[in-house]
Every structure is written in structure tokens, then in C-alpha cells.
């Protein structure tokens, strides 16, 4: 009983350490290094729009073809597939290295993202399509997917230790 206690407090200072700190860094990263290079991709672009702003995390680039309007979102990671995750881990009592693999995958999703947007002018602009890409799917299956995969793996620990 104690230890589910301990968990349901750890989830709870989790849950507000991620409102209170993380959810105003990730604004303050937005301005400082998301806009920034949004803003370079749609002065070179001409058929590019730009919509976000400081206040939220999630940007837009819209991009005007002849059949439409395409829509190429991106954002900040360490957002709520990190503290989906996170809780995830906490409940299946993970080891401490898979919070280091959900940390490395959200810097890696990131950081991957950034590269693929600032590659769009000097490149291809095939690489805006890889922007979303990361940050719609590839973060979202590797953050969640980490917590059955360290569930899987510590089940199989157990199993081996039995044996």
C-alpha cells in the first residue's frame, strides 16, 4: 500500500512539475529557437505561412499549392506523449535508464525536427514533410512505445531470475 502511495505522489509532482516548469520552458523555446527558423523558412519560401505564436508550443507552416492548403505542424517536445510516457514508466516501475531513453528520444525528436526545417531551404523542400513526420509520429510511437517495450523487457528479467 505504501508503494502505491509513493507512485501516486510521484505522478502527482510529475503532473505539476510539468505544468508549473516544463510547460513554460517549452514556450520560451518556441520564441527563442522554433519561431526563429520558421520565420527563415517562410521568407524564402514564397508559397509559405507562418502561424504561431510565443503563447503556445505548437506552430504551423502553411503551404499554398494549387489543389489547397497544406498543413505541416511541428512543436516542442517534452510535451504530453513525454508526460504520458513518464507516468507510464513511473506505474510499471521501470528502471532509471528507460527515463534516460525517453529523455534522449525526446532531445533526438527535437533536435531532428529543428534540422529537417532548416534543411527545407538549403536542401529540399521534401524535408518540411520529414519535419512533421518526426514530430506527428515518430515522437508519439517512441515515447509511448517505450513503456511496453520496458514493460516487456523487465517482465522477461523477472521470468529469466525464476528459471
Do not use: W
Amino acid at each position: 500500500m505504501r508503494e502505491i502511495g509513493i507512485r501516486s505522489g510521484l505522478i502527482l509532482i510529475i503532473i505539476v512539475g510539468y505544468f508549473v516548469l516544463l510547460r513554460p520552458a517549452r514556450g520560451l523555446i518556441n520564441e527563442a529557437v522554433y519561431q526563429p527558423v520558421a520565420e527563415y523558412v517562410v521568407q524564402a519560401q514564397p508559397g509559405f505561412s507562418f502561424a504561431g505564436d510565443a503563447k503556445t508550443v505548437s506552430n504551423h507552416l502553411l503551404i499554398e499549392e494549387d489543389i489547397g492548403i497544406e498543413e505541416i505542424y511541428f512543436t516542442v517536445s517534452f510535451g504530453l506523449h513525454f508526460l504520458l510516457a513518464c507516468i507510464g514508466l513511473i506505474m510499471i516501475k521501470a528502471e532509471r535508464k528507460y527515463y534516460g531513453y525517453l529523455i534522449l528520444i525526446q532531445l533526438a525528436t527535437g533536435l531532428l525536427s529543428i534540422v529537417f526545417l532548416a534543411f527545407t531551404n538549403l536542401i529540399s523542400l521534401q524535408f518540411i514533410s520529414l519535419t512533421d513526420f518526426t514530430i506527428r509520429y515518430l515522437n508519439p510511437l517512441c515515447s509511448l512505445g517505450l513503456v511496453p517495450l520496458a514493460f516487456t523487457l523487465q517482465k522477461r528479467t523477472v521470468n529469466e531470475q525464476r528459471s
